[in-house]
């Protein structure tokens, strides 16, 4: 049974994109059958970050209209052949997309995959709401500040009322997974810590990705982390991440990076 | 030195290829002020043309882009049944 997860945060430049990119691969990674949606209408970022920016030929918006057919705009990765991109249209045309269009669009989708991550567009306008409608699960990106985490309440709180589950009375399954969290930061009580962010927001925890250089590397050369640097920190923790949506009991750690040759020369030079 | 950074750190540096890859884009984006794009002119012409004279399945052409720095490379794959159709080609005379 196909599954909609929609990543969204309310906020922007929290990592929903690159979330997105490394969850979609992870999944792949693991035999899924996967497609990425970008719902950026006019921003569009998903194509770059997954390396796919030069093949765009069609976008989710001439599927809603009708002038091309789905299977003519989905990209395919050119690493992982279960991995699918449905790109955004760079063009202002927001309105564009209706809520009829995207619906069969997914329902279609459904039919050809085991996971449709769609990546909202900041912010709480028309885009958001589009991009979680259909949503069966959600995952809301949190940074460790104080302004993410308060948009992250109120997408939450939207994704119980604006949903088409929500609207039957169903529920949509929520995840959160804190992005950018320097532990040692958390520890000297320079940063928010996990317990506070679970304790403001009361939503289970899917994963906690460390702040680490991996995550701008695997967007510099548009490769999604869990691919790029597979062993690294980041990789790892959107690893357990999937592994958990997947029903898997992991042990909920905070990866940490280990250190390369010229790290421990320096460091035992100092020591 | 930053070489043999690399070497101890194994990796190359990866700012060197997002310029590059933004730079390659961004030609492309810019150029695109409001009209469609040379590749996708191209596209619709080019379907057009073919539609006269055949009725093209929409399922069965594969259109595929690759924006380079230098060139860029369209591919139209259409495939053409057996004992083509020509009653459109009449009918448009």
Not at chain 1, 94 to 107: C, F, Q, R, Y
Not at chain 1, 232 to 258: C, F, H, I, N
Not at chain 2, 67 to 81: A, H, N, T, Y
């Amino acid at each position: 049974m196909a599954k909609v997860l929609v990543v969204t945060s309310g906020k922007g430049g929290v990592g929903k994109t690159t979330s997105t990119a490394a969850l979609g691969a992870a999944l792949a990674q693991m035999g899924q059958n996967v497609v990425v949606i970008d719902f950026d209408v006019g921003l569009r970022n998903l194509d770059l970050v997954m390396g796919a920016e030069r093949r765009v030929v069609f976008d989710l918006i001439n599927v809603v209209q009708g002038v091309a057919k789905l299977p003519q705009a989905l990209i395919r990765d050119k690493r992982l052949e279960n991995l699918w991109l449905l790109p955004a249209s760079q063009t202002r045309d927001k309105d564009a997309l209706t809520e009829e269009g995207i619906k069969s669009v997914i329902a279609d989708l459904k039919t050809k995959f085991d996971w449709i991550l769609c990546d909202s567009p900041a912010g709480i306008e028309r885009g958001a709401t589009l991009a979680m409608r259909y949503a069966d699960e959600a995952i809301i990106v949190t940074n460790p500040e104080v302004s993410s985490v308060r948009d992250s309440d109120r997408i939450i709180g939207m994704l119980d009322s604006k949903t088409v589950r929500a609207e039957r009375g169903e529920r949509v399954e929520k995840h959160l997974l804190v992005t950018r969290y320097d532990a040692g930061r958390a520890a000297r009580g320079e940063m928010l810590s996990i317990d506070d962010i679970l304790e403001i927001l009361a939503t289970p925890l899917l994963g906690i990705v460390p702040e680490s250089q991996d995550v701008l590397r695997a967007s510099n050369v548009g490769c999604p982390v869990t691919l790029n640097a597979a062993s690294s920190a980041p990789a790892r923790a959107y690893t357990d991440a999937v592994r958990r949506l997947m029903g898997e009991a992991v042990e909920m750690t905070v990866p940490v990076q280990r250190k390369g040759l010229m790290d421990r020369l320096l460091r035992r030079r100092a020591a | 030195m930053m070489n043999v950074m690399r070497l101890f750190g194994g990796r190359a540096a990866s700012a060197p290829v997002a310029r590059e890859r933004l730079q390659i884009l961004l030609s492309h984006e810019r150029g695109r002020t409001g009209a469609p794009d040379l590749l996708e002119t191209l596209r619709s012409e080019i379907l057009s043309v073919v539609s006269k004279h055949i009725d093209v399945d929409p399922d069965k052409v594969v259109v595929r882009m690759d924006r380079g720095k230098f060139v860029s490379m369209l591919e139209v794959d259409i495939e053409v049944p057996n004992g083509v159709q020509r009653s459109k080609m009449v009918a448009a005379t």
